[in-house]
C-alpha cells in the first residue's frame, strides 16, 4: 500500500475514532471540529482536507461502516438459498460486538437521527434486493411488500440489536439473540406468543383490534 494511502487511512481512523468517543460522551450536538482534532492530536488544516464538516466525517464513518459489513455478509446470502439461515444475523452482531461504540452512535439516533437513517435505508436496501433474488430464483410471488417486508426484518433485528449492546453483562449470547429472530422470521410473532395452530383470520383493516 502507498505511503500517502496508509497516511490518508491512520488520518481517518484517528479521526473517525476521536468522533465516536466524544459522541458517546457529550453527545453530537456538543462536539465540534476543534474538539475532534484535539482528541485525534490533528491539526484543523488536515481535517478539512479531509471532510468538510463533521456532517461529512459521520456519513463517511457510517459509509466505510456499512461497506465492511456488506462484504462480510455478501458470501452469506446467495440468491440460490430459500434463507432463513440466521447466519447474516448472527454476523451483523458480531460486526457490531467488534465495532461496539459506532454501533451505540448510530442506534441511539445520534446526530438527529442522520446516521441511523443512513444505515437503516442501506440495510433495507440491501436486504429487499436479497429477497428479491431469492424469489426470483425460486419463482415465488411475496406475499408482502417487500419494501415492507425488509423495513421491518431490518428494524427488528436493530432494535434487538441495540437493546443487547447497551445492556452490561450482555443478556444472552449473540447466538441466542439471533437464534430467535430467526425463529420469528420462521414462524412467526402467533407461534413466538405461545399459540398453536393456524393464527386465525386478520380482521379488516381499520377494524377495532387489539394491536399487535
Given at each position: 500500500m502507498p505511503t500517502t494511502d496508509r497516511r490518508t487511512r491512520r488520518t481517518r481512523g484517528l479521526l473517525r475514532d476521536a468522533l465516536v468517543s466524544l459522541v458517546l460522551e457529550r453527545g453530537y450536538a456538543n462536539?465540534?471540529?476543534?474538539?475532534?482534532?484535539?482528541?485525534?492530536?490533528?491539526g484543523r488544516a488536515t481535517f478539512y482536507s479531509?471532510?468538510?464538516d463533521k456532517d461529512a466525517l459521520l456519513r463517511h464513518v457510517v459509509t466505510e461502516l456499512q461497506e465492511e459489513l456488506d462484504?462480510?455478509?455478501r458470501p452469506l446470502v446467495p440468491a440460490s438459498s430459500v434463507g432463513f439461515t440466521g447466519k447474516p444475523a448472527l454476523e451483523l452482531f458480531r460486526h457490531a460486538r467488534e465495532n461496539r461504540d459506532l454501533y451505540l452512535l448510530i442506534l441511539?439516533?445520534?446526530?438527529?437521527g442522520r446516521a441511523l437513517r443512513q444505515f437503516t435505508d442501506a440495510r433495507t436496501d440491501a436486504v429487499r434486493s436479497v429477497f428479491k433474488s431469492r424469489a426470483d430464483h425460486h419463482d415465488?410471488?411475496?406475499?408482502?411488500?417487500?419494501?415492507v417486508l425488509a423495513r421491518a426484518w431490518v428494524g427488528e433485528q436493530l432494535?434487538?440489536?441495540?437493546?443487547?449492546?447497551e445492556t452490561d453483562p450482555a443478556p444472552m449470547s449473540a447466538e441466542e439473540a439471533t437464534g430467535m429472530l430467526q425463529n420469528l422470521s420462521l414462524r412467526g410473532r402467533y407461534w413466538a406468543n405461545g399459540f398453536e395452530g393456524d393464527p386465525p383470520?386478520?380482521?379488516?383493516?381499520?377494524?377495532?383490534s387489539p394491536q399487535s
Open positions: 462536539v465540534t471540529v476543534e474538539d475532534i482534532t484535539e482528541r485525534a492530536d490533528l479531509h471532510y468538510p462484504e462480510r455478509l441511539r439516533g445520534e446526530g438527529d415465488v410471488t411475496p406475499r408482502i411488500d417487500l419494501g432494535a434487538v440489536l441495540r437493546w443487547w449492546l383470520d386478520p380482521a379488516p383493516t381499520g377494524a377495532d
